[in-house]
Structure formats: structure tokens, C-alpha cells
């Protein structure tokens, strides 16, 4: 398995600021993913983060409001950019590890935008 | 777009086994087949996965049909603590979970 951390763990903001999360694994990784899960509904990919590259960014996303980094392989942030009351969500991220990449998940951080 | 159907709900016995079922139908021949659950707005929580072949861990067994296009979970000994949404998901090769609405567990002492 993997130990994965994210912060903050919530956070309420005011729209138009901006939020960047961090998500930090306990040992190297090569693919980084980050999801948003709305109030009451599953879990949706934003983007793909691979150490070395820019990240590929899901239908419907964009680099302008998700801005990702990926310094090393074990670290990444999500900003939530500009941010609006549609953007209160849980947003995770989540590692591949093992023989045949298993995803494993953080536990998220709860984002209320007012 | 999520690649498989689950039941909405479902109810079990503390204590009895729980299966839940999951379609596939159009699941290719190198995709596989992971489960996973959720309490309460955690992170989701790896359960099992597998490709043709019925696998067991601590947590559960995976029994998939010899065609490939079902598989069903089982929770051997269902707790309240497996009260969880459970996530069927065929992952395609370039490792992405498509996440569908999953099947809500409620286990009832």
C-alpha cells in the first residue's frame, strides 16, 4: 500500500481566491492523480501527473483553474484557481504502487468556497 | 465513461456474507477488473482486483465469470464498520479509474 497525506484537510475560502492543496506520499512514485468528488456524487479525474512532465488534464479541465505541480516523486499541489461556490468539493489525490499498479488514495481535503 | 453497472443499493446481515455483483460486458481482454469502497466521504480504500482468475485477500474474494463480462465481490463476514459505497471499475491501459455511481451498502445488525 501507500501512505499518502493531503493539506489542508478543509478549508472554507472566499470566491475569486485561490486554494493549493498538497499531497505528499511516503515513498517514490511515477504517476500522481488528482480527483474531485462534488456533494453527493463520485469520484471525477482532473488531471494525470507525471514527475518531469506538465500534466494531462481530463475533458471539461483546464490548466488556467487547476494549475498542477510535480517537483519530485513524491509530492504534488492542486490550486483551485478563481474559485466559486461550484467548486466546494473533496478533491483527492491518489498514487500507482505495485507490480500491477494499484491506485491507492488520500484522504482528501473538503474545500467550501462562500 | 464508467464501463460497469451496479445495483444502487443493496442491504445485508451483520455477520452474513455480502455479494455484491458488477457487469462488464464490454471489458477487453487486458483490462482488469478492481473494487473499492468508500466510508463516509474518506479516501476511496483499495479492496481487491484481478483479471480472469478469482482472487482472495483478508478483505474479500473476487469471483469473475469465464467470459469476463460479470464479476461479483464477496464480503465474507459483513461488520457495520463495511458500511461503504463499493466501486466497480474497469481500469483500461493507461491507468485511469472511471469511477460510476457504485452500489451503497448497508449492513444492518
Known amino acids: 500500500s501507500a501512505v499518502i497525506s493531503q493539506k489542508p484537510s478543509r478549508d472554507i475560502c472566499q470566491r475569486g481566491t485561490s486554494l493549493t492543496i498538497q499531497c505528499q506520499v511516503d515513498?517514490?512514485?511515477?504517476?500522481m492523480f488528482w480527483y474531485r468528488q462534488q456533494p453527493g456524487q463520485s469520484l471525477t479525474l482532473i488531471a494525470t501527473?507525471?514527475?518531469?512532465?506538465?500534466?494531462?488534464?481530463e475533458s471539461g479541465f483546464v490548466i488556467d483553474k487547476f494549475p498542477i505541480s510535480r517537483p519530485n516523486l513524491t509530492f504534488s499541489t492542486l490550486t483551485v484557481s478563481n474559485m466559486s461556490p461550484e467548486d466546494s468539493s473533496i478533491y483527492l489525490c491518489?498514487?500507482?504502487?505495485?507490480?500491477?499498479?494499484?491506485?491507492?488514495f488520500g484522504p482528501g481535503t473538503r474545500l467550501t468556497v462562500l | 465513461d464508467a464501463k460497469t453497472t451496479q445495483p444502487p443499493s443493496m442491504d445485508c446481515a451483520e455477520g452474513r456474507a455480502a455479494n455484491l455483483p458488477c457487469n462488464h460486458s464490454?471489458?477487453?481482454?487486458?483490462?482488469?477488473v478492481y473494487w473499492y469502497r468508500q466510508i463516509h466521504s474518506q479516501g476511496p480504500q483499495y479492496i481487491i482486483h484481478?483479471?480472469?482468475n478469482n482472487e482472495t485477500n483478508e478483505m474479500a474474494s473476487l469471483i469473475i465469470t469465464e467470459d469476463r463480462k460479470s464479476s461479483t465481490l464477496i464480503l465474507p463476514h459483513a461488520t457495520l464498520r463495511d458500511t461503504a459505497v463499493y466501486y466497480c471499475?474497469?481500469?483500461?491501459?493507461?491507468?485511469?479509474?472511471?469511477f460510476g455511481a457504485g452500489t451503497t451498502v448497508t449492513v444492518r445488525a
Open positions: 515513498s517514490q512514485v511515477t504517476m
Open positions: 484481478g483479471l480472469k
Open positions: 501527473a507525471n514527475q518531469g512532465s506538465e500534466a494531462t488534464y
Open positions: 464490454t471489458i477487453s481482454g487486458n483490462e482488469y
Open positions: 471499475i474497469v481500469r483500461d491501459n493507461d491507468y485511469k479509474l472511471s
Open positions: 491518489s498514487v500507482d504502487r505495485g507490480p500491477k499498479y494499484t491506485q491507492y
